[in-house]
T-cell receptor, first 109, second 113 residues
Framework: AQRVTQPEKLLSVFKGAPVELKCNYS??????LFWYVQYSRQRLQLLLR??SRESIKGFTADLNKGETSFHLKKPFAQEEDSAMYYC???????????FGQGTRLTINP | NAGVTQTPKFRVLKTGQSMTLLCAQD?????MYWYRQDPGMGLRLIHY???????AKGEVPDGYNVSRLKKQNFLLGLESAAPSQTSVYFC????????????FGQGTRLTVV
């Protein structure tokens, strides 16, 4: 079965420090990977997706098929980045979006 | 453009009571989903629908029923609420294209006492 693993439930870094949120997936084909973000008491919203290869709010993510990873990175964390982050996977023919367990990121001043 | 709207936003139920959560989307999306969000568990899929009149079970369907009588609406029912169903419920919708994003509602915070 397709699975998404986010090994860190909690991650705390200082403002200005680099951030990396890990995401690993299990799927043998070519998936589409997403990162969703949920700010305090707000709805989930798309942060970025693999296919668009964008940098959103300074975040980037590279799909590494060899390591089956899609880690989210930002070189300099800001306090407003504090939120819950979910990695998600979908593949061609799938009807469901599979989410990881989520990582709560806290940026300390 | 409202996107995905959930009602109600908050609800407190007594054990054994029933209720229905409504999700409405105005983007003409074929796919709709109900998730529950619990601390440390992430988002778990309860039920989903790939079109009007069709529904399917997700990871945690027990204790819930759904209906999709109209394309724009997806209802989640709790026939006899239990404290284990205390959670935040999110509805989402997406087009049938496999690599497009899902759009989420603002969530319903349900407490069963």
């Amino acid at each position: 079965a397709q699975r998404v693993t986010q090994p860190e439930k909690l991650l705390s870094v200082f403002k200005g420090a680099p951030v990396e949120l890990k995401c690993n997936y299990s799927y043998s084909g070519s998936p589409e990977l997403f990162w969703y973000v949920q700010y305090s008491r707000q709805r989930l919203q798309l942060l970025l997706r693999h296919i668009s290869r964008e940098s959103i709010k300074g975040f980037t993510a590279d799909l590494n098929k060899g390591e089956t990873s899609f880690h989210l990175k930002k070189p300099f964390a800001q306090e407003e980045d504090s939120a819950m982050y979910y990695c998600a996977l979908k593949y061609q023919g799938a009807q469901k979006l599979v989410f990881g367990q989520g990582t709560r990121l806290t940026i300390n001043p | 453009n409202a996107g995905v709207t959930q009602t109600p936003k908050f609800r407190v139920l007594k054990t054994g009571q029933s209720m229905t959560l409504l999700c409405a989307q105005d983007m003409n999306h074929e796919y709709m989903y109900w998730y529950r969000q619990d601390p440390g568990m992430g988002l778990r899929l309860i039920h989903y629908s790939v079109g009007e009149g069709t529904t399917a079970k997700g990871e945690v369907p027990d204790g819930y029923n759904v209906s999709r009588l109209k394309k724009q609406n997806f209802l989640l029912g709790l026939e006899s609420a239990a404290p284990s169903q205390t959670s935040v419920y999110f509805c989402a919708s997406s087009s049938r294209d496999w690599n497009t994003e899902a759009f989420f509602g603002q969530g319903t915070r349900l407490t069963v006492v």
